[in-house]
């Protein structure tokens, strides 16, 4: 039997749902939350840049981060989800993928996504549904789910 799952995506929170071909109802498989993406650079620092001075004379200045803290924990972040999708599709735990996820954090997603995972993504959408229960979830993506299932059946 065919089995699509959906993860929902945002910096703070990944909800995964496996959906069954015959009755396309949403099971929670796991939740990942990650709350250091939420705390302000200055919270994740546990000191000042450095400073300089350049030469004998009087010019001064502070080092600055390359990247700032929150967006490497972002990334972090969503390396860690991929590795969890790694993981499930080597147990072959779902044989289509559908990613939903804020633009800019499904960008970082999709960039760390190997080539595998990447083939059995099927469809996604650049938004955050991270807040929404599973009736108003399933509510938003009855057409797309239909589909992508009427697509597996047809691999099969």
């Known amino acids: 039997m065919k089995k699509l799952w959906v993860v929902l995506a945002n910096s703070k929170m990944t909800v995964f749902y496996s959906i069954e071909e015959k009755d396309r109802r949403f099971n ?5 939350f990650h709350p250091e993406s939420g705390l302000k650079n200055q919270d994740l620092c546990s000191d000042r840049p450095g400073h300089y001075i350049k030469g004998n004379s009087q010019t001064r200045g502070s080092y600055a981060d390359k990247t ?8 972090c972040f969503s390396k860690q989800i991929c590795q969890e999708l790694e993981r499930e599709r080597n147990i072959h735990a779902y044989d289509g993928l559908i990613i939903i996820a804020e633009p800019h954090f499904y960008g970082l997603i999709h960039s760390n996504l190997d080539h595998s995972t ?15 229960t599973t009736k108003k979830l399933k509510e938003a993506l009855d057409e797309v789910i239909a589909h992508e299932l009427r697509l597996l059946m047809l691999t099969e």
Do not use: P, S
């Not at 700032?68 to 990334?75: C, L, P």
């Not at 990447?118 to 929404?132: E, F, G, V």
């Open 118 to 132: 990447k083939a059995l993504l099927k469809h996604h959408l650049a938004k955050d549904y991270t807040h929404l």
């Open 68 to 75: 700032e803290k929150k967006e490497h924990e972002i990334e």
């Open 28 to 32: 929670l498989v796991k939740t990942l």
